[in-house]
């Protein structure tokens, strides 16, 4: 009796009546698959003890089942902004149920990105995501231009041109705007982040917007711009408090800064709320165990990556998926601080 045949994607697809392609997208985490479908492909694939061939599929369409991870910052704000963890965990629990490698990238200098471009270009990765975009960073362009699918994590613009997922910046900021308003505070500071990022003018443009609702004219003596660090958080609220010394409350862009702001307030014998209040945005762990504990606006940083993650693994499927942009909801998470 000669050797049982190994089932394959056409046995699977006549076991489920679907078409091979709906089986390859089952594999492959697509959601462009409906759940009757999907159930059909899933139970063919435990009766036939179905497992997929990544060489050979590998082979025939040219793919490593691997995608890159890339992050244009230094070692330092990778270990210390908990955004960066959350983004990467969301990313893997959706990868890890489709069999696809992801190689983590830092792209810290222009070497480095040649090192991405040059791998980019000889289809080492089957795709891109691209973490803490700035509005002039080459990389999404080159990306784009090699024709590799390509989603991002923020975006350089609101027109940006690729797929990307991104928190409600603008209304985030503005939440914590209005909460600060709420409580009394007549003389609000802000904490921006990098104004080359979109992330960081939404933010402040947020804080802006509660203001004018208010009646309220934003005063530039109240605007510092720092750079997501908990160090620059204490320079920002330095230079604040020699501008503006009688502000009472202050919106810092990122838990980590905010944390900063409220050691350079505890320096300078400023109480927290009771002298001034603090609003930070993540609602991380630095948020929950900060002294007092952080107001900040949560923004769901896992599902951003796992909603870049899905997004990917569906045009490196069909590349002639439309492009998306995915805006999720942040919430006001009142503690403490303020």
Known sequence: MGAQQRPTIKTVAARAGVGRTTVSRVINGSTLVSDEAKAAVLAAIAELNYVPNSVARGLVT????????????????????PYFAGVIRGVSTVLGATRTQLQLMLVRDRGERD???????????????????????PLPGILENLGLPTVLAGRRSPTESLSHAVSDNLGGGREAGRHLISRGRTSIATIAGPLDMDVSRGRLRGWKTALEEAGMTPDERLIASADFTEDGGMLAMRSLLERAPHLDAVFAASDVMAAGAMLELRRQGRRVPEDVAV????????ARYAFPSMTSVSQPVEEIGSTIARILLDEIADPTTPRRQVVLPTELVVRDSS
């Open 62 to 81: 040219r793919r490593t089942n691997s995608v890159a991870l890339v992050i244009p910052e230094a070692e330092s704000r990778l270990g210390s902004e």
């Open 115 to 137: 090192q991405l471009t040059d791998s980019v270009a000889e289809r080492r990765v089957d795709g891109v995501l691209l973490v803490s975009v700035h509005e002039h960073d």
């Open 279 to 286: 609003v930070g945005f993540d609602d991380s762990p630095v």
